[in-house]
């Protein structure tokens, strides 16, 4: 059975920074893309960083773009997620998912595997 297991979430001030892990059991990661998503009070969830298969391609979503890195340790079965200059905008449930293509999506239509999600709070 695979799980995913996001860590790291908390309640920050604006202009902090949190880390955000995703390990990964069951199925390795290194021949997968992966993702992170994210859903406010409210609204849908949305596509937040995607990495490819083999870390070589990255893509962000506008809101996070210049202030978050996603990155992956194959030999952990983890993915990271940093995000520094957190706004206030930024408060939601944070997702990791793990695809079953080596090409990252924006959707969520290619990711078959969950995390519960972890809270992330920026207060202003």
């Known amino acids: 059975q695979v799980q995913l297991v996001e860590s790291g979430g908390g309640l920050v001030q604006a202009g902090d920074s949190l880390r955000l892990s995703c390990a990964v059991s069951g199925r390795t990661i290194s021949t997968s893309a992966m993702g992170w998503f994210r859903q406010a009070p409210g609204k849908e969830r949305v596509f937040v960083a995607g990495?490819?298969?083999?870390?070589?391609?990255?893509r962000y979503a506008d809101s996070v773009k210049g202030r978050s890195t996603i990155s992956r340790d194959n030999a952990r079965n983890t993915v990271y997620l940093q995000t520094n200059s957190l706004k206030p905008e930024d408060t939601a449930v944070y997702y990791c998912a793990l695809s079953k293509r080596y090409y990252i999506d924006y959707t969520d239509a290619s990711y078959d595997s969950w995390g519960q999600g972890t809270q992330v709070t920026v207060s202003s």
């Open positions: 990495l490819n298969w083999n870390g070589a391609t990255t």
